[in-house]
């Protein structure tokens, strides 16, 4: 099932109408895995940092040992025929795909011979302003690269975030905050998360158990260039309880505030409001 609406599908080297097959039940990529995504978006008539989501999307795929087959600057022309499709004020999920499709003499090893490709395009709207989301704590954490691919966007590795999330869910919470294996906050079940305290901004230090996003490294920057003060260290869930303000930051709907962690309540203060402006003003510009 899909998540948005009015999609267009890139298979076989032409645009599709429709969430069209592209997966055949044999394909390596079908039952053992080896399948990598990444997400973009066009929104408010801005495709932001597409060039870096596409190239992503290849150096994902090599990480799981799948052969890349199209150039980052060949899948931003790609999209862009397809998303010239759409209404100008169209909010579009963009999202590129590589699969293996045969495996090795292991079986279990994907080949780095044929691969399979295709760009889906859906119709999602952008959140509100006022739109937020709570956490809570969860048992699951982030695994390290010893355990699981996590140097790709694999959506091998979205299962465990899903028992995250279902996990929060049934605790009446939004989303998940996520522990490394030593115990620190990574990030959320679904996004990068950053805190407020006394003006500053702080967020997870990258340690290779989580990917540390594209639109999480734009907010950096324009905060930076804005003169706030950003700190890339080690956090604990406490100091998230002694936050002034928490948000999350995805490729999905870029900043999300944050209202709650478990009992301790925030409001949607003046960094997170500005961390957008910062965002949204930037992309106007290119």
């Given at each position: 099932?899909?998540?948005?609406?009015?999609?267009?599908?890139?298979?076989?080297?032409?645009?599709?109408?429709?969430?069209?097959?592209?997966?055949?039940?044999?394909?390596?990529?079908?039952?053992?895995?080896?399948?990598?995504?990444?997400?973009?978006?066009?929104?408010?008539?801005?495709?932001?940092?597409?060039?870096?989501?596409?190239?992503?999307?290849?150096?994902?795929?090599?990480?799981?040992?799948?052969?890349?087959?199209?150039?980052?600057?060949?899948?931003?022309?790609?999209?862009?025929?397809?998303?010239?499709?759409?209404?100008?004020?169209?909010a579009?999920?963009?999202r590129?795909?590589?699969?293996?499709?045969?495996?090795n003499?292991?079986?279990?090893?994907?080949?780095?011979?044929?691969?399979?490709?295709?760009?889906?395009?859906?119709?999602i709207?952008?959140?509100?302003?006022?739109?937020?989301?709570?956490?809570?704590?969860?048992?699951?954490?982030?695994?390290?690269?010893?355990?699981?691919?996590?140097?790709?966007?694999?959506?091998?590795?979205?299962?465990n975030?899903?028992?995250?999330?279902?996990?929060?869910?049934?605790?009446?919470?939004?989303?998940?905050?996520?522990?490394?294996?030593?115990?620190?906050?990574?990030?959320?079940?679904?996004?990068?998360?950053?805190?407020?305290?006394?003006?500053?901004?702080?967020?997870?230090?990258?340690?290779?158990?989580?990917?540390?996003?594209?639109?999480?490294?734009?907010?950096?920057?324009?905060?930076?260039?804005?003169?706030?003060?950003?700190?890339?260290?080690?956090?604990?869930?406490?100091?998230?309880?002694?936050?002034d303000?928490?948000?999350?930051?995805?490729?999905?709907?870029?900043?999300?505030?944050?209202?709650?962690?478990?009992?301790?309540?925030?409001?949607?203060g003046?960094?997170?409001r500005?961390?957008?402006?910062?965002?949204?003003?930037?992309?106007?510009?290119t």
């Amino acid at each position: 099932m899909a998540v948005g609406t009015n999609i267009r599908t890139y298979f076989n080297g032409t645009w599709h109408e429709g969430d069209v097959p592209v997966m055949r039940a044999a394909d390596h990529g079908a039952w053992l895995g080896s399948n990598v995504f990444d997400g973009a978006r066009l929104a408010h008539g801005k495709t932001p940092d597409l060039d870096k989501h596409c190239a992503r999307v290849n150096a994902s795929a090599e990480a799981m040992m799948i052969k890349p087959t199209v150039t980052a600057e060949d899948m931003v022309a790609i999209v862009a025929e397809g998303l010239a499709l759409y209404p100008a004020d169209a909010a579009v999920y963009i999202r590129p795909m590589y699969w293996a499709i045969h495996g090795n003499a292991s079986a279990v090893m994907p080949d780095m011979g044929e691969t399979g490709f295709a760009i889906s395009l859906e119709e999602i709207p952008m959140a509100p302003e006022t739109a937020s989301t709570t956490l809570t704590r969860t048992q699951f954490r982030r695994p390290v690269l010893e355990d699981a691919v996590v140097n790709a966007k694999a959506g091998a590795l979205y299962p465990n975030n899903a028992r995250m999330l279902a996990e929060a869910r049934a605790k009446g919470f939004g989303n998940a905050l996520v522990a490394d294996a030593l115990g620190n906050v990574a990030e959320t079940a679904t996004a990068n998360v950053f805190m407020a305290r006394d003006g500053e901004v702080f967020t997870p230090v990258p340690n290779g158990t989580f990917l540390s996003g594209i639109t999480r490294a734009r907010h950096i920057e324009n905060l930076r260039a804005d003169g706030v003060t950003v700190h890339e260290t080690v956090l604990s869930f406490a100091d998230f309880h002694d936050a002034d303000e928490v948000f999350l930051s995805g490729n999905m709907q870029k900043v999300t505030p944050v209202s709650a962690f478990d009992d301790t309540q925030y409001q949607i203060g003046p960094i997170t409001r500005r961390v957008r402006q910062l965002y949204w003003d930037w992309a106007a510009s290119t």
